[in-house]
């Protein structure tokens, strides 16, 4: 009954195109903008930020990079944490050796330092297809990091490898508490996402999607299949690339090659699956949904022996945590394969008639 | 050049070792197009539940192999009916996905089960020079040739074990009825159905011969660098075997394993040294990589032919 298109009619081009074409998403896309620019800024504690929200974001911001190019563009990437690593190494050595470059123009050309690697590695996607060139990525994941520990010009010579980056710093201001850090990242977020969401429906992202359908279709009706699929490549990793510049800046603030491991990159292709592959929304669901299971394992697992006095066996936890990430994503894959966007569109779908049966 | 040789062949007979574990993903990619990147994650669990067995239940090890054998047919035949028969005609991309679920469970379910500990693994395969070993067996070696004397038996023993594994299956594929159903099923899923091979059954057959391939390799392995959680790696090194040999060829894990233990050794001793070492963790994906250029089905796999 609240959420109804009913009566809102469209009397131009412009309106039917708009990108939330109905008055109820328009407020609610702004109530969550004031929620997360505003209130959450005036509730939330330090621990909700550095622990929860800005890994939320970062990784956020991960999975829609990949979502580009496996939901969209169909190509899976299993290699999502090497761009990372090189968006976050980029960033470094530009603001490391370029003094008094502003850090919001070394995180753009981090992405697009990022995005040339990408296209680097998704040259063989012309070539190979399928289950070949998510194997083929993996060159890209074993072969970045051992790359930024090899060379110690990418480390600034620092005999672990580990990074520690400069003070994030705009017009002066040094970002410095979280919940300065937390709308910087925000911001950025935000923008990004907005871009993405016009991407896709743009004629890029239709090529994507219509070479991600049927590859061969999409070359006879004059989709350049080579063009379209470096696109993808390109623009997904400029968005894992500036992941990872935030990931080191904002999220943890010092980092080495070796974090940026397969372990990660199954994360971030975890988040695409969970929620929603092909789905701008569903990245964030998925990042959400991800970032938030292992605290609460922790704490039901915790609790739970507390509450029955139960010792737990050392490393309990994490292997609890293999197994509910293993069903999960199999019980996702089985019940609705499109993930929690899905469910977000299944609701809507009821919500037209709620509270009402007809 | 003996030196070479002898770089060369240790490179092959760990090459060998690669395509154990390549074997498992290729049964199952050819009998139902997925690519099951559990496959490690089966050998780990294969090969700790034959240690767990023998150290938590105390079962001889003959009886722990038996134990293991089951269990993993087991899990093979629960992994075709819970988890991949709802996903029956979805995308290839998901049931790969799916796969990657799996992993993570399998991982999961074998620690919880015999716990996170390093356990040895003992065959009672020396792991010495052949030398030594013809020795102790009371035998002299002098006549053999310098390089073979200098060959790991442990390496030699695998090699056997992968060959004799190899024959069994092709034999198995080529002579018995079920394994005729199951290239059959390979061939064409709807053709082999509608001639009335039972699908569901082959499956689950395949699933369980993928878990016992799986096993061996999990003894192998096992043997070699103990069990324990970094033996899911082991898949890992399995991949570029399968790219270069192409997914749907027994003949080409084979191979494609041969080719790639062979390449690594040799880059790590002739090239490695430039690099400052450290470059067997990438080297066999980016030759894998190039070779895939060339021929983007692998070595043996069957050309993809695409129609609109």
Redesign the interface.
Same mark, same amino acid.
């Given at each position: 009954m609240f959420y109804r298109e009913s009566g809102q009619l469209k009397t131009s081009y412009q309106e039917d195109q708009a990108l939330l074409s109905i008055t109820q998403d328009r407020i609610g896309l702004l109530l969550i903008l004031i929620g997360a620019f505003v209130l959450i800024p005036l509730l939330a504690s330090d621990y909700w930020f550095t622990a929860i929200l800005i890994p939320f974001l970062v990784f956020s911001l991960a999975a829609l990079g990949l979502n580009l190019l496996t939901g969209y563009a169909g190509q899976l990437s299993l290699g999502t944490a090497a761009f990372m690593a090189v968006g976050a190494f980029a960033a470094y050595n530009f603001e490391l050796r370029v003094p008094g470059l502003p850090v919001l123009v070394s995180f753009i050309l981090a992405g697009i330092t990022t995005a040339i690697v990408g296209i680097a590695f998704g040259i063989p996607s012309l070539r190979i297809r399928g289950f070949y060139l998510a194997v083929a990525t993996l060159a890209a994941q074993f072969f970045i990091p051992w790359l930024l520990v090899k060379v110690g010009w990418f480390t600034n010579y620092s005999s672990s490898g580990v990074i520690t980056t400069q003070p994030v710093e705009i017009f002066g201001y040094v970002f410095d508490s979280p919940v300065e850090r937390y709308l910087l990242v925000l911001a950025i977020v935000s923008v990004l996402a907005l871009l993405a969401k016009n991407l896709v429906r743009s004629n890029i992202g239709r090529a994507w999607m219509a070479v991600r359908d049927m590859d061969v279709a999409a070359e006879v009706i004059g989709i350049k299949i080579m063009r379209t699929k470096l696109i993808a490549f390109g623009v997904s990793s400029f968005y894992c690339g500036v992941a990872g510049a935030l990931y080191a800046y904002v999220y943890l603030g010092s980092v080495e090659p070796d974090g940026f491991n397969l372990d990660l990159s199954f994360r971030i292709l975890f988040m695409v699956i969970i929620g929603g592959i092909g789905s701008i929304m569903g990245s964030f669901f998925g990042a959400a949904f991800i970032t938030l299971l292992p605290i609460f394992l922790d704490i039901i697992i915790n609790d739970g022996a507390a509450l029955l006095n139960l010792k737990l066996a050392a490393g309990i936890t994490s292997v609890m945590q293999l197994l509910v990430f293993g069903g999960l994503i199999i019980f996702f894959l089985i019940v609705e394969p499109l993930g929690l966007a899905r469910l977000w569109q299944i609701t809507k779908e009821k919500l037209r008639l709620w509270p009402f049966p007809h | 050049m003996e030196f070479f040789l002898e770089v060369l062949i240790g490179g092959l007979l760990a090459g060998v070792m690669y395509s154990l574990v390549a074997l498992g993903f290729v049964l199952i990619y050819k009998a139902s197009g997925v690519?099951n990147f559990a496959q490690g994650a089966m050998v780990f669990f294969a090969a700790l539940t034959f240690v767990g067995a023998q150290e938590k239940l105390g079962l001889s090890l003959w009886a722990a192999l038996a134990f293991s054998l089951l269990l993993m047919i087991l899990l093979g035949v629960l992994t075709e009916k819970i988890?991949l028969r709802?996903?029956v005609n979805?995308p290839?991309?998901?049931l790969?996905?799916?796969t990657?679920?799996?992993?993570?469970?399998?991982?999961?379910?074998a620690?919880?089960m015999w716990?996170?500990k390093v356990y040895p693994l003992e065959l009672g395969i020396p792991d010495e020079p052949v030398a030594t070993t013809i020795e102790s067996l009371g035998l002299s070696a002098t006549n053999l040739p310098t390089v073979l004397q200098e060959i790991n038996s442990f390496d030699l023993i695998a090699a056997i074990v992968a060959g004799v594994l190899v024959a069994g299956l092709a034999i198995f594929f080529q002579i018995t009825k079920i394994g005729r159903a199951l290239r059959a099923v390979a061939d064409d899923h709807q053709a082999a159905l509608s001639i009335g091979i039972p699908l569901k059954s082959i499956w689950a057959i395949v699933w369980s011969v993928a878990g016992f391939v799986a096993l061996v390799a999990g003894l192998m392995w096992g043997a070699r660098n103990g069990v324990q959680f970094a033996l899911t790696f082991v898949a &890992?090194k399995a991949?570029?075997v &399968?790219?270069l040999g192409g997914?749907d060829s027994v003949m080409g894990a084979i191979v494609g394993g041969l080719i790639i233990g062979a390449l690594e050794k040799l880059a790590e001793v002739y090239i490695g040294p430039f690099?400052?070492g450290?470059?067997e963790?990438?080297f066999a994906?980016?030759a894998?990589?190039l070779f895939?250029?060339i021929r983007?089905?692998?070595l043996f796999g069957d050309k993809?032919i695409?129609?609109?």
């Open positions: - | 690519f988890v709802p996903l979805q290839p991309i998901s790969f996905m799916v990657i679920g799996l992993t993570f469970f399998v991982e999961g379910l620690q919880l716990g996170t &890992l991949l570029p &399968l790219i997914f690099f400052g450290g470059i963790i990438w994906y980016v894998a990589l895939l250029l983007p089905e692998g993809q695409d129609r609109v």
